[in-house]
């Protein structure tokens, strides 16, 4: 009796459980894959290949990242798209249903890493001392990645960490800057501009002339000079032409005059990729003249029309080669220049306005004025001679 109900309550058990075992045999989910793609880009996922063997209708739900938490709802559609923004390997799930009965099926994906695709500028074309502004940009369909920015300027300097740096050239020449970035993942994506640099030639100033005065031939003349370029990395080369025919090599020279008369000193500053630029100066090298100033004593309130100027040179100038035009009286940085002039028994006669000598002057005892003039060779001549002024009566 006993095997009897043991056998009936197997065979109740079995026909029960025989339904539900058929209906879970005609539910086959299918979630296809493997998925391969890159980040970024729109993953279509497809469970059409699920069936139905009772030929009922069928609901579809995705879990994209297998986390337990469903990303879709139900639905009738086969298909379901997601995109991931970085790199990444795991499994998706899908779960079907006839209503009745649900089922899952996995399938692995993998997301590939894509490099950032850069762009780094227009060529560009500076000199040698600007400013160039660079403005580079990358995109990177990775939008959770993180980035490194490394330039290099061509020249072993280089800046990380903008996209929009500044450099300064210090020599001419072509230079290839690169612009690198570097995702979290090892993307490394590249891009090169082409920057020409001109050269800038240097601007020389002769700083410093040191001499006695008045300079008369045979005096030693300290020169010192000095130039300016925004080529740092250039070499410069100093030359003087000291307008007699001679020259000179270095930053600070010294020179000798044999003949007095004006010259003019240039002072050429070349650098090594051949710009060169000029600086002058004009220097009298005199020679001693006799100034006799009449009157010596100078009322300023006193009337008249002239003050007149006698000149005698040394032996070897003659008086009738100086230019009359040349010929200026001065006291102090005030210049009053001859009117006209007449030579008698070797001695030249120059004529000055009385007001406008009058007008650089002020009472207050001795005072040296300086006669200075040209020969029409260029031989130039100095002299002094000292006048009381005065202001006394009226006029």
Not at 18 to 27: I, K
Not at 122 to 129: I, L, N, R, T, V
Request: hydrophobic share 35%.
């Amino acid at each position: 009796m006993k095997k009897i109900t043991a056998i009936l309550i197997v065979a109740t058990l079995l026909f029960g459980l025989l339904p539900a075992m058929f209906l879970r045999a005609a539910l086959v989910p299918d979630s296809n894959g493997p998925y391969i793609a890159d980040e970024g880009t729109s993953v279509t996922f497809d469970a059409s290949a699920s069936t139905e063997t009772e030929g009922g209708s069928l609901e579809y739900r995705w879990d994209f990242d297998n986390n337990g938490t469903w990303d879709t709802p139900w639905s009738n559609s086969t298909t379901a798209s997601y995109t991931w923004y970085d790199d990444w390997t795991g499994m998706t799930k899908v779960e079907v249903s006839n209503g009745t009965i649900t089922d899952t099926a996995l399938a692995s994906v993998t997301i590939n890493n894509v490099a950032p695709v850069v762009e780094a500028g227009p060529d560009q074309m500076a000199d040698e001392g600007d400013l160039v502004n660079f403005s580079g940009n990358f995109t990177d369909p990775g939008i959770l990645d993180t980035h490194d920015i490394i330039w290099a300027f061509g020249d072993g300097d280089g800046d990380t960490g903008t996209l929009t740096p500044t450099h300064t050239y210090a020599d001419d020449g072509v230079y290839t800057v690169n612009l690198t970035v570097i995702d979290d993942d090892g993307g490394v994506g590249t891009d090169t501009l082409t920057v020409t640099v001109n050269n800038v030639a240097p601007t020389p100033v002769i700083d410093s002339v040191t001499a006695p005065d008045p300079i008369e031939p045979g005096d030693i003349i300290s020169f010192t000079g000095s130039a300016s370029d925004p080529g740092t990395l250039d070499t410069l080369t100093f030359e003087w032409d000291f307008g007699d025919g001679t020259t000179a090599s270095g930053e600070s020279v010294d020179h000798v005059y044999v003949n007095p008369r004006i010259y003019t000193i240039t002072l050429t500053v070349t650098d090594d990729d051949g710009g060169s630029g000029s600086a002058t100066y004009n220097l009298a090298i005199t020679q001693r003249a006799t100034v006799n100033i009449d009157p010596d004593t100078l009322n300023l309130k006193s009337r008249g029309r002239w003050i007149t100027c006698y000149i005698e040179l040394p032996e070897g100038y003659d008086v009738a080669g100086i230019d009359v035009r040349t010929v200026t009286l001065s006291y102090g940085e005030h210049k009053v220049t001859a009117e006209w002039g007449d030579v008698q028994d070797g001695v030249l006669m120059v004529k000055f306005d009385r007001s406008e000598v009058a007008g650089i002057l002020s009472p207050g005892g001795a005072v040296e004025l300086t006669v200075t003039g040209e020969l029409t060779d260029g031989t130039a001549f100095e002299g002094s001679d000292t006048i009381r002024v005065i202001s006394k009566g009226k006029r």
